[in-house]
């Protein structure tokens, strides 16, 4: 069946690199898109990017500079860098398959 | 960008209520609308897609309307699991933007 699941560091240092991984199985990443969202405790929702199934990705403007999408098709995996991290970029994070799976969210916390 | 405005923020409600959340587009966004049940320590999950479709497995209570650049969700005879957080997005241009979020608490 349709899986996906992120993980990474739990606690990041402000100004620093968050790198995380989304695993999935049951499909082929180049058949689909993944998307990445995140949420912040307390409020909404935000999309930061998708890699499409051709390796093409698009970013969230607000996060342009510092996201970076990419993927290893033979590991069935999709990565998420973003570098430069703020305290606010403290919040749970998700992949998912073009919003019809999801993975279980990881929470990032970005503290010294 | 384009601006999902998600009404109303809180909804206090009933079991067996009706319940019809709306969301509108700054601009055009078509079909291109879903929307999302979120409970806490869950991930979110797609109840509609392409505005007016039901996602596999939900139930059909559920249900998605769209007039002009107005969205609804609407949950017909609420029961006790539909208490949760309902998110709109648009998929139509990028950024993808969400709406900010409706909370059913129960009364």
């Known amino acids: 069946q349709v899986q996906l699941k992120e993980s990474g560091p739990g606690l990041v240092q402000p100004s620093q690199t968050l790198s995380l991984t989304c695993t999935v199985s049951?499909?082929?990443?180049?058949?689909?898109?993944i998307i990445w969202v995140r949420q912040p405790p307390g409020k909404g929702l935000e999309w930061m990017g998708v890699i499409w199934s051709n390796g093409n990705t698009n970013y969230n403007s607000t996060l342009k500079s510092r996201l970076s999408i990419s993927r290893d098709t033979s590991k069935s995996q999709v990565y998420l860098k973003m570098n430069s991290l703020q305290t606010e970029d403290t919040a749970t994070y998700y992949c998912?398959?073009?919003?019809?799976?999801w993975g279980q969210g990881v929470m990032v916390t970005v503290s010294s | 960008d384009i601006q999902m405005t998600q009404s109303p923020s809180s909804m206090s409600v009933s079991l067996g209520d009706t319940v019809t959340i709306t969301c509108r587009a700054s601009?055009?966004?078509?079909?291109?609308v879903n929307w999302f049940q979120h409970k806490p320590g869950k991930s979110p999950r797609r109840m509609i897609y392409r505005a007016t479709n039901l996602a596999d497995g939900v139930p059909s209570r559920f249900s998605g309307s769209r007039s002009g650049s107005d969205y609804s969700l609407t949950i017909s005879s609420l029961e006790s699991e539909d208490v949760a957080d309902y998110h709109c997005?648009?998929?139509?241009?990028?950024?993808?933007?969400f709406g900010p979020g409706t909370k059913l608490e129960l009364k």
């Open positions: 601009q055009d966004v078509g079909i291109y």
């Open positions: 049951g499909f082929s990443l180049s058949s689909y898109e």
């Open positions: 998912a398959r073009f919003f019809d799976y």
């Open positions: 997005l648009q998929y139509d241009e990028y950024p993808y933007t």
